[in-house]
C-alpha cells in the first residue's frame, strides 16, 4: 500500500525490506490493520502477510498460528503449485477458514488471449485442482479418527459388544462435507487482479443483475 504521493513507490506499508523490492518477492511477514466498514458498522482487521515461496514456509507457519481465517492466492496463469498444497495444509491442521483468491485474472486475457469459455474452463480447473486437495485432507483426517478409534476398541475391548458385527464403514458417507469445499456460489472464491486494483466474487454481479432485471438476490444466487 502506498503512504502518499509524494512516497509514491517508495515508502510501503508491506514488503518494505529492500530485498524484498528488488526480487519483487515477500521473504518476511509483516502485518497492517485495516478499517473496514459493513452495514454501518466498523471492524478492525489486522492483515499479515506472509511469504508465498517455499523456502520461506517457516513465516506461514508462525503467522498461521495467529490468524483466525486466511487468503489463499493462486496466480491465474501458474495455477496450483505445491506451496498452494502446503499452505492449505497448514490452514487445514490450525482449523482457520480460508478463502481463495485466484489472482492475475488479466493475464488470461492480456497474455494468453483466452476467450470467455476457455478463460472459465482454465479457472474451472484450477478450483476443482484445490478441491482435490481439500478432499484429501478431510479424508485423511476421517480415517485418522477411525483408526484411533479402532486402536481404542482393540486396547479396550467391551464384553457387551464381542457378538456383533463389526462396522467396516469409515465415516465419510455419513459426513456433511460440502462447507468445507471453494465455490464461488458460497462467497469463499475471489477473482482478482492485483496489479490493476480490482477483485470480484459472483455476488457482485447478482447484485448488478437484481437492480437491472428487478430479480430477487437470493434467486439469482441459487440459479
Given at each position: 500500500?502506498?503512504?502518499?504521493?509524494?512516497?509514491?513507490?517508495?515508502?510501503?506499508?508491506?514488503?518494505?525490506?529492500?530485498?524484498?523490492?528488488?526480487?519483487?518477492?515477500?521473504?518476511?511477514?509483516?502485518?497492517?490493520?485495516?478499517?473496514?466498514?459493513?452495514?454501518?458498522?466498523?471492524?478492525?482487521?489486522?492483515?499479515?502477510?506472509?511469504?508465498?515461496?517455499?523456502d520461506f514456509s517457516s513465516e506461514v507457519?508462525?503467522?498461521?498460528?495467529?490468524?483466525?481465517?486466511?487468503?489463499?492466492?493462486?496466480?491465474?496463469?501458474?495455477?496450483?503449485?505445491?506451496?498452494?498444497?502446503?499452505?492449505?495444509?497448514?490452514?487445514?491442521?490450525?482449523?482457520?477458514?480460508?478463502?481463495?483468491?485466484?489472482?492475475?485474472?488479466?493475464?488470461?486475457?492480456?497474455?494468453?488471449?483466452?476467450?470467455?469459455?476457455?478463460?472459465?474452463?482454465?479457472?474451472?480447473?484450477?478450483?476443482?485442482?484445490?478441491?482435490?486437495?481439500?478432499?484429501?485432507?478431510?479424508?485423511?483426517?476421517?480415517?485418522?479418527?477411525?483408526?484411533?478409534?479402532?486402536?481404542?476398541?482393540?486396547?479396550?475391548?467391551?464384553?457387551?459388544?464381542?457378538?456383533?458385527?463389526?462396522?467396516?464403514?469409515?465415516?465419510?458417507?455419513?459426513?456433511?462435507?460440502?462447507?468445507?469445499?471453494?465455490?464461488?456460489?458460497?462467497?469463499?472464491?475471489?477473482?482478482?487482479?492485483?496489479?490493476?486494483?480490482?477483485?470480484?466474487?459472483?455476488?457482485?454481479?447478482?447484485?448488478?443483475?437484481?437492480?437491472?432485471?428487478?430479480?430477487?438476490?437470493?434467486?439469482?444466487?441459487?440459479?
Amino acid at each position: 500500500g502506498i503512504i502518499s504521493r509524494r512516497l509514491a513507490g517508495k515508502l510501503r506499508y508491506l514488503d518494505s525490506r529492500e530485498d524484498e523490492q528488488v526480487r519483487g518477492i515477500t521473504m518476511k511477514s509483516s502485518a497492517i490493520s485495516l478499517l473496514f466498514m459493513k452495514d454501518n458498522q466498523e471492524h478492525l482487521i489486522n492483515l499479515i502477510d506472509s511469504p508465498g515461496h517455499v523456502d520461506f514456509s517457516s513465516e506461514v507457519s508462525t503467522a498461521v498460528r495467529l490468524c483466525d481465517g486466511c487468503i489463499i492466492v493462486v496466480d491465474a496463469v501458474e495455477g496450483v503449485c505445491p506451496q498452494t498444497h502446503a499452505v492449505l495444509r497448514q490452514a487445514w491442521l490450525e482449523n482457520i477458514r480460508p478463502v481463495l483468491v485466484i489472482n492475475k485474472i488479466d493475464r488470461l486475457i492480456l497474455e494468453l488471449k483466452f476467450t470467455p469459455q476457455e478463460a472459465y474452463s482454465h479457472l474451472k480447473n484450477i478450483l476443482e485442482q484445490v478441491n482435490a486437495i481439500t478432499a484429501t485432507l478431510f479424508t485423511s483426517q476421517i480415517l485418522e479418527k477411525r483408526a484411533e478409534k479402532d486402536t481404542d476398541v482393540q486396547l479396550n475391548p467391551d464384553p457387551a459388544n464381542r457378538d456383533q458385527v463389526y462396522d467396516w464403514s469409515t465415516g465419510l458417507e455419513y459426513t456433511d462435507d460440502s462447507h468445507l469445499y471453494f465455490s464461488p456460489d458460497q462467497g469463499n472464491v475471489v477473482f482478482a487482479s492485483a496489479i490493476d486494483g480490482w477483485g470480484f466474487g459472483i455476488e457482485h454481479f447478482a447484485k448488478l443483475y437484481s437492480q437491472k432485471m428487478g430479480i430477487k438476490l437470493s434467486i439469482l444466487l441459487n440459479t
